[in-house]
């Protein structure tokens, strides 16, 4: 897969879906609802809701920008896994957890 594309208008929390799709290597665009701006982190393409215009225009970008340079599309690849790793990485989660437990 070269690219996950998540059109959400409302409703979303966590999608898990972007952060499975960038532990893969996989770039994302994403409405921004819910946390999928924060999960993408810049890492991705990030639109507001409901505007199918600039949702076209993000595709047709992106994979133009993607499919260009084979060495770029490796590169967005191993910063899209990273971006993951390093927000949700299970030791992210212990800490982040013990971080909230202590301040009760």
């Not at 959400?8 to 946390?35: H, K, L, R, W």
């Not at 890492?43 to 084979?70: H, M, Q, R, T, Y």
Request: glycine residues 6%; positive net charge.
């Amino acid at each position: 897969m070269d690219l996950s594309i998540l059109s959400s208008a409302y409703g979303e929390a966590f999608p898990n879906v972007i952060a499975e799709s960038m532990i893969c290597g996989v770039p994302c665009i994403a409405t921004d609802v819910g946390d999928s701006k924060y999960i993408i982190g810049g890492k991705g393409w990030v639109i507001e809701p409901s505007n199918s215009l600039k949702l076209a225009k993000a595709i047709f970008n992106s994979i133009n920008f993607l499919i260009k340079d084979e060495k770029r599309k490796k590169k967005i690849s191993n910063e899209c896994r990273a971006e993951i790793i390093k927000k949700f990485s299970l030791e992210e989660m212990c800490k982040n957890y013990s971080y909230f437990y202590a301040s009760k």
